[in-house]
């Protein structure tokens, strides 16, 4: 096959121009997790014509990955999630440029956010997830993200927004990255649990009794292919927003996507969040057991 760039883009001229594509084609991104919905962004990404990219994922592709991660298939289980994105990426356009990073990529990431604007956060890991959004800020770098939530949501944390540890109320302020403990990330996965509750319709569209094991860390997360992907999409809007320069809307808050309504649901406004939010807490409380 003769690969040819124009002919691979050609099909987004008329949603972007061809200035435009040219600017994606310039563009270097940087995602951190190609797992879920991380995963799910590159590859949108890629196949809108981003030309660059920087990926990192320490984690190898499991039998449990199968359900709802794109680069996931059966006779991958066991490979390096972080390899077979990059590989497939190649395969979706030869020309790209895809730089992959080990596990020592958060010792690389103050030169990794300098030279990557805009950045894709697809981890679950909160420690590591403080130390790149306090690194964004200082290179000037934007990150995506997306809540813990069972409805599809989007994040957009611009380098002069606070970060998720400063507005949910992280115990993680005055901490080194590598000194967060398992209670600090229990109490920061309560927070975030809680802005959900409090903020979207999540609690009405999954098992509750299901969700309190998971918050209490008696269960790993649900996760959902449709919730997923759905997520990596609006991620990957948000980058081609910020590449492009144009104004999406989207703020540190976020927002959450109702597909069962369907309706976007943005955050309530301060005061009848603070009315609500002792009647949240009492409702984590039942469902973790106090945890």
């Known amino acids: 096959m003769n690969f040819d760039y124009y002919s691979f883009t050609g099909r987004n001229i008329g949603f972007i121009d061809e200035r435009e594509q040219q600017l994606l084609r310039q563009a270097r991104v940087f995602v951190c997790g190609v797992g879920g919905m991380g995963g799910a962004a590159f590859m949108a990404l890629a196949r809108a014509g981003v030309g660059k990219f920087v990926i990192a994922d320490i984690d190898r592709f499991e039998v449990s990955n199968l359900n709802r991660q794109v680069f996931a298939f059966a006779d991958e289980v066991g490979r390096e999630k972080a390899e077979v994105a990059a590989e497939a990426a190649k395969r979706i356009n030869p020309t790209i440029e895809v ?67 400063e507005r949910l109320g992280f115990p993680t302020m005055a901490k080194d990255w590598t000194e967060i403990t398992d209670d600090d990330r229990r109490a920061a996965m309560r927070a975030e649990i809680e802005h959900v509750m409090l903020h979207s319709s999540s609690r009405n569209y999954v098992d509750l009794a299901i969700a309190g094991e998971v918050a209490a860390g008696r269960r790993s997360r649900m996760s959902f292919a449709p919730m997923v992907i759905s997520t990596g999409m609006l991620m990957a809007y948000e980058a081609i927003a910020l590449i492009l320069g144009r104004t999406s809307g989207t703020d540190c808050r976020g927002w959450f996507l109702n597909p069962h309504r369907p309706a976007i649901e943005k955050p309530r406004n301060a005061l009848v969040a603070a009315l609500l939010r002792p009647l949240v807490r009492r409702a984590i409380d039942q469902l973790t057991g106090g945890k």
């Open 99 to 165: 730089e992959v990073l080990a596990a020592n990529w958060t010792s690389e990431l103050p030169g990794i956010a300098a030279r990557c604007p805009v950045i894709v956060n697809g981890m679950d890991d909160i420690a590591a997830g403080v130390h790149l959004y306090r690194t964004a800020k200082r290179a000037d770098a934007t990150v995506i993200d997306a809540y813990m939530s069972p409805l599809p949501s989007v994040i957009v944390v611009r380098p002069d927004d606070p970060r998720p540890e």
